[in-house]
């Protein structure tokens, strides 16, 4: 599965942003997706996940209110809507999938190059 993600970009703290993760070639909602993120000099951390009927979503606790992870399985896109960002969500952000359940751990799925994500106060 290749993924790719985009939307990134610069904005101010408290601005919007969404990003997608689109696929081609293959049935999407058979996918879990989420969303990590890394900023420079730290780990990558969780963001969101969603089920491939997107019937289950999860947040981290630092975005939970202010992000809303949606897709679109007829179009192969899962969304990341970004809304009052802060200085701190600066960061690349990258979309992983998984064949079938959210899983316990992504490091084995599938990932796509990242989109850079800058929020200048």
């Known amino acids: 599965v290749q993924l790719q993600a985009c939307g990134g970009g610069l904005v101010q703290a408290g601005g919007s942003l969404r990003l997608s993760c689109a696929t081609s070639?293959?049935?999407?909602?058979?996918?879990?997706v989420a969303w990590f993120r890394q900023a420079p000099g730290k780990e990558r951390e969780f963001v969101a996940h969603?089920?491939?009927?997107?019937?289950?979503?999860a947040y981290a606790g630092s975005v939970k209110g202010r992000f809303t992870i949606s897709r679109d399985n007829a179009k192969n896109t899962v969304h990341l809507q970004m809304t009052t960002l802060l200085p701190e969500d600066t960061a690349v952000y990258s979309c992983?999938?998984?064949?079938?359940?959210?899983?316990?751990?992504?490091?084995?799925?599938?990932w796509g190059q990242g989109t850079q994500v800058t929020v200048s106060s």
């Open positions: 969603i089920s491939g009927s997107g019937g289950t979503r």
């Open positions: 070639g293959r049935t999407f909602s058979g996918y879990a």
């Open positions: 992983a999938a998984n064949y079938g359940s959210i899983p316990a751990t992504w490091d084995t799925a599938y």
